[in-house]
């Protein structure tokens, strides 16, 4: 069974600062896609990015860009150009293709933008 | 509607009373999924429709918890003999086809008092 781990409960970061969540995962599969999503307390959870594992280029939506290592199941989230409508918690998943495609979620991190 | 829809925003019910929790996915998505998020913890996947059939329920944690889409659209997630335990938020998924971006709606926050 795939896990994800992501190992900071909660991070800040300064308005305009960039900031970095980790996040590692566990499987044996050799194709998969990996998400970051974002749920602010509306409770809606937003895809914010998505990379696939047999892309070895980075994937990059606007402020949001990940450093994704496939050896070492690595897959962090930086956050440029900090806002503070980006404080909400953040969520890494994994998805296997094939069967359900059903996500697999980390705990999460609380980010907190700061004036 | 625009997006995904479900209803209640809220619930609160006493311990053993049946409830129900409707999602209404995005028109033309053939894929839903249930999830359950427990207090400080991500979601947990549930169960998978494709199309009317439940393809994968194998998160559905004991037989107290059924769900159904009959007609392919509307899915409604049942929960019999609701224990304090079941309280979390219940999180609806749809996408358009395998491997589309799954949207979510705002969940329904679930109170077994």
């Known amino acids: 069974a795939q896990t994800v781990t992501q190992s900071q409960p909660e991070m800040s970061v300064q308005e305009a600062e960039t900031v970095t969540l980790s996040c590692t995962y566990d499987?044996?599969?050799?194709?998969?896609?990996l998400f970051w999503y974002k749920q602010p307390p509306s409770r809606q959870m937003i895809l914010v990015i998505r990379?696939?594992?047999?892309?070895?280029q980075n994937a990059t939506e606007n402020r949001f860009s990940v450093n994704f290592q496939k050896a070492a199941k690595s897959f962090s989230l930086k956050i440029s150009d900090s806002q503070l409508g980006d404080t909400a918690m953040y969520f890494c998943a994994f998805m296997k293709p094939g069967g359900s495609e059903k996500l697999v979620f980390g705990k999460g991190t609380k980010l907190t933008v700061n004036p | 509607g625009a997006g995904v829809s479900q209803t209640p925003s809220n619930k609160v019910t006493e311990k053993g009373k049946y409830v129900e929790l409707r999602c209404d996915p995005i028109?033309?998505?053939?894929?839903l999924y249930w999830y359950r998020q427990s207090l400080g913890q991500g979601p947990e996947f549930l169960i998978y429709f494709q199309g009317t059939g439940a393809a994968d329920d194998s998160g559905l944690p004991n037989d107290r918890f059924f769900a159904v889409r009959p007609e392919g659209s509307v899915s409604t997630l049942k929960i019999q003999r609701t224990e304090r335990g079941d309280s979390a938020v219940y999180l609806c998924?749809?996408?358009?086809?395998?491997?589309?971006?799954?949207?979510f709606g705002q969940g329904t926050r679930l109170t077994v008092v």
């Open positions: 499987t044996s599969e050799s194709n998969y896609y």
């Open positions: 028109s033309g998505h053939t894929a």
């Open positions: 998924a749809s996408s358009r086809d395998r491997e589309a971006e799954a949207f």
């Open positions: 990379q696939e594992a047999y892309k070895q």
